[in-house]
């Protein structure tokens, strides 16, 4: 837990789990209408939603897991998702594994999919949430990383005490939702640990890998062009650009997130021609992309103006976008890397980075100087 600096006299700010349970008293026990200033928004709606379903944070819980039958239909359906994320997961657990958080994929009703990294087969609470085919979602387990994803369509963490019931007060959480290349949410990636540290700069490193993730789902679908888009300025060829498939004769046959809010995509739509979005004809998309043209700047109906570099798709897989899950290296260097690359987010602000994190300025400072007297 990092600590703020406090000036001369003044009485040290209240720690995590202690303003963590002040929130617990007033929404859940003495039931006030009145969230505290620091319990996050869309928690407070979780709780609140988990109190108008019934439920109390005292009663047992048990994580049922949904029938074989159900089972076996959500991972049939979630196949292209479990392909898309296998690579990302296995990074992600190397990346953890001095950490003791692991990885769950879920469907987008919150069933289990697939779990990797360091779990405990010996620990029931891990055993109960890390199972193929156990229900995660709200409606079962109320407030957890998972569930709130998938409602709140955000990435999110949550420590101990905010997740609803008492019997999950032990976990700590991140989650990022995972968005198809019809625009519309196909599961999330969540990072749990039991009765550990509180690591908010995973909020980050999901988010990341769930862009990974995203993309790879992007190019796989069928295209005859794939266009890299992004606002100009930015250097293409990122994770971060936007990915446009598009068939022989121009129309949208799947994007990426990125992609979506920058042509305003409509999630679960017929997407459009390419000629509805771009103010250029399709023609001149496939003839830069066979003359092999750099990236240019192309107008959209809209007015705005993207860059667009145009690649043709001679019937073999499109090469994977570079993730950037740290496979391989140490834990400290993924944070630090995953640090470094908020602030440059942030655009040099470090209290916007931090905030962003989770962790205090001082501890940005403190990690990206050790770095340096490192090198």
Known sequence: MSHHPTAHGASPAPDRLTLIESARRTVLREGSGIAPVAMEPWIDRSW?????????PDQSLTFQAVSAQDAHRALEASRPLLQAAGPVIQSLARAMADTRYFAILTDAQGVVIDVN???DRHDPRAHLIA???VDLSERAVGTTAIGATLAEQQPVWLHRGEHFFDD?????CAGAPLFGPDGRCVGMLDLTGINVPERPALKHLVTQSARSIEN????AQPHRLLLRVNWPGARLGEDGDGLVCLDADGHITGANRAAADMLTLKPGLPWPHSGDVFAVPAESLFDAARAQRPPSELPLWSGLRLQVLAQLNNGRASPPLRANTGAGVPLKDVETALIRKAVEEARGNVMEAARALGISRATVYRKLTRKKTAG
Do not use: D, W
């Not at 609140?48 to 109390?56: I, W």
């Open 168 to 172: 999950t007060t032990m976990y700590s």
């Open 48 to 56: 609140r939603r988990c109190l108008a379903s019934g439920f109390r």
């Open 131 to 133: 199972r193929v085919g």
């Open 117 to 119: 990294g360091p779990i």
């Open 216 to 219: 790879a789902l992007a190019l």
